[in-house]
């Protein structure tokens, strides 16, 4: 079993729609969470970071962690077409530097 | 706004070849890390610093060296390129214990 494990899609979703992109993961120890995005011929941006559960909300974003189920969701509310990228999931046991990556997940938000 | 810095952003080089894949960061970061991106495996970690001079080898090690003889630059070198180094390779920096900032990524393909 994969550490950490995401859908690739692609997901295809119609401007204005609620995007919920997840990532489930093996190791109970992990506490550190965070969301890149990346966009196509871009290196990964931050979008968000996260310790331990519960839930954090950054205007349209918000990212959400359930560790009794090993299970982290980025949601996109409003979707626009600018978030047409790739959405990459990042944990860690330790500290937001020495992190595992997700594979990602390609969203296309069509207008 | 923290700046990653790569010299090239696409490589052809030959197999046996000795690349050199350079990085620049512009915010005083103690951490730097060389990533490779692969379709379906995302990214995987090379080496990375903590420090001047200190180097630590991550996931996949194997075929890659790194220098670091400034604080603000760290080198990637394929000692002798093969084809299956074809990749996108992406830098980042980072404070101690604090996310990775990215840089914009080499492609390099080697034939």
């Known amino acids: 079993q994969k550490e950490v494990e995401q859908d690739p899609g692609p997901l295809s979703v119609p401007e204005g729609a609620i995007v919920s992109l997840n990532c489930t993961y093996s190791n109970s120890a992990f506490q550190y969470f965070m969301w890149y995005r990346q966009y196509s011929r871009k290196g990964p941006e931050l979008l968000m970071y996260?310790?331990?559960?519960g839930n954090k909300e950054d205007g349209r974003f918000t990212a959400q962690v359930d560790k009794s189920s090993k299970y982290i969701s980025l949601f996109i509310r409003d979707s626009q077409p600018s978030d047409s990228a790739t959405y990459l999931c990042a944990i860690s046991e330790t500290s937001y530097d020495k992190v595992i990556f997700g594979p990602g997940t390609s969203l296309s938000v069509i207008p | 706004d923290v700046k990653v810095t790569q010299s090239s952003r696409y490589l052809v080089k030959r197999t046996g070849e000795k690349v050199f894949l350079e990085c620049v960061q512009d915010?005083?970061?103690?951490?730097m890390f060389w990533y490779r991106q692969d379709p379906g495996l995302g990214l995987r970690l090379i080496y990375f610093s903590y420090d001047v001079k200190m180097k630590e080898k991550g996931d996949i090690p194997e075929g890659y060296s790194v220098s670091r003889e400034k604080k603000e630059r760290f080198s990637l070198i394929l000692e002798s390129a093969s084809t299956n180094q074809t990749s996108m390779y992406l830098c980042?920096?980072?404070?101690?214990?604090?996310?990775?900032?990215f840089g914009n990524g080499t492609r390099l393909t080697v034939t």
């Open positions: 915010m005083d970061h103690e951490n």
């Open positions: 980042a920096s980072s404070r101690a214990h604090s996310p990775l900032h």
């Open positions: 996260t310790y331990s559960s």
